[in-house]
């Protein structure tokens, strides 16, 4: 099974920072792309899907390109609440889904 | 808000001895999922599981591991006899689709001694 790769982080950022968070892919055929939030020792929540026009959910926008098999999730006005581990998701149709490491965030006042 | 739930939230168990993780996915959710985590590692598949039989497992699987869903409401995940790398936080999931969200329950942290 091909992997989902992330930066693990730590990002630590001050409240009302933006930031970004990269995710690549290996299996080209892959179709379905999430991103999940995990906090500790939580259970891993959906926080969006990714879609190929891009799409946005408030202060989170996530994009994919499919050519580079690179997604991306960039969370604008970071709140306290917002640290978490942010979890890159992929799946072919019909498989199970894939989660990356996932990226570390810490937003401090 | 329906949810996945899980018993125990904790179990300890001597290396050797088997041990049953409990859910109750949606109830009107279709396919059933167990994922582990290991402290500090990412989130593997091992299994999934659609009109009462596996449809997909990962090479974590092994004939050590085995799944039932007894009744129409429980679908549980069994390991018959442990190992102390089995030590982990075991996540339950459903959803309605099978390509879609998944719900996951708040995990069984094993421990294996």
């Known amino acids: ?109 | 808000e329906p949810e996945v739930t899980q018993t125990p939230s904790h179990q300890v168990t001597q290396m050797g001895q088997e041990v049953i993780l409990r859910c109750v996915p949606i109830s009107n959710h279709l396919y059933f999922y167990w994922y582990r985590q290991i402290l500090g590692q990412k989130v593997e598949f091992l299994v999934s599981f659609y009109n009462n039989e596996i449809s997909e497992k990962s090479e974590i699987f092994d004939d050590q591991f085995s799944v039932e869903r007894p009744d129409g409401s429980n679908f549980t995940l069994k390991i018959r006899s442990t190992k102390l790398e089995d030590s982990a936080m075991y996540f339950c999931a459903s959803s309605v689709t099978g390509d879609e969200k998944l719900f996951f329950g708040s995990g069984t942290q094993l421990s294996v001694l």
Do not use: H
């Open chain 1, 1 to 109: 099974r091909k992997e989902v790769e992330q930066d693990p982080g730590p990002f630590n950022v001050p409240e009302g920072a933006t930031v970004a968070f990269n995710c690549t892919y290996s299996n080209s055929a892959s179709q379905s792309f999430f991103w999940y939030r995990q906090d500790c020792r939580k259970e891993p929540k959906l926080l969006m899907s990714v879609y190929s026009s891009g799409n946005e959910d408030g202060r989170f926008t996530a994009q994919l390109n499919r050519a580079s098999q690179y997604i991306s999730l960039l969370i604008r006005d970071s709140k306290l609440s917002d640290s978490a581990t942010y979890l890159c998701v992929v799946n072919q149709a019909g498989t199970a889904l894939i989660f990356g490491k996932g990226t570390t965030l810490s937003v401090s006042s």
